[in-house]
């Protein structure tokens, strides 16, 4: 009866650990990570493009005369 117990325990242990199993939650952490740090890039270019592209012109306007 005993060896029957410990099977029955090993069984609903293995059962448990498949069930608790974390790597859905990983990847949706690192799909919203990575979503998040597009979303910056998106907003850092939409923010400083303009002011960049002011900044680029000015220089290629006063390497040009030189």
Do not use: C, H, P, Q
Not at 34 to 45: M, S, Y
Not at 55 to 64: A, H, P
Request: proline content about 0%; overall charge neutral; glycine content about 10%.
């Amino acid at each position: 009866m005993t060896t029957l117990m410990v099977s029955v325990l090993a069984f609903v242990s293995g059962v448990k650990d498949r069930l608790s199993s974390e790597k859905g939650a990983t990847a949706t952490e690192y799909s919203l990570l990575v979503a998040f740090i597009a979303f910056l890039i998106i907003v850092g270019v939409t923010a400083f493009g303009n002011a960049l592209n002011t900044w680029f012109s000015s220089l290629g306007t006063t390497v040009g005369t030189w």
